[in-house]
């Protein structure tokens, strides 16, 4: 009897707990937001403040601007370049003249890539290689510190 008394007890907890928990829930209500009330909105500007305010959108372009308008072939004269211009006209125009200016230096890469291979097959040829320079530029660096060695000791003697 004191067997079945105990999990009826802990059952009841279990179903108490249970029951808790979900009261709690609906009282908070998880997924909904709690109601905000909304402040009132500040008083509206005088008319003439906002005009005082009130710019043309547009850019000034600099003289590198201006240049880049033209490389870009926006525009096919300096004279034909607006006072002012949309900040998209100069963004696309500096794009335009930034892919140009990679294209430009990935050619000039590749061009100074099949020189070097041309130089090299050229040098192969006479059978000119780096480590033949290296052993020669460092035999003459031995012959060269041998003779002032040389003149050092036959100053010495003559010293003497």
Known sequence: MNFVGSRLSI??????????????????????KPQETKAEPPPAAPAHASRSS????????SELDRKILLWSGRFKS????PELVSFEMIDAARNKVRVKTC??????TIGACLVMVF??????????????????????WKEELQKEKEAALALSEKAQ
């Open 11 to 32: 059952g009841n907890f279990v179903g108490q707990r249970c029951r808790q928990v979900t009261e709690t829930w609906s009282l908070r209500g998880m997924c909904n």
């Open 54 to 61: 009130f710019r043309v959108p547009g850019y000034k372009p």
């Open 78 to 81: 300096a004279d034909q370049i």
């Open 103 to 108: 294209y430009v230096m990935m050619g000039a």
């Open 119 to 140: 130089l090299g097959k050229r040098a192969a040829g006479r059978h000119e290689s780096l480590t033949g320079q290296n052993m020669e530029k460092k035999a003459r």
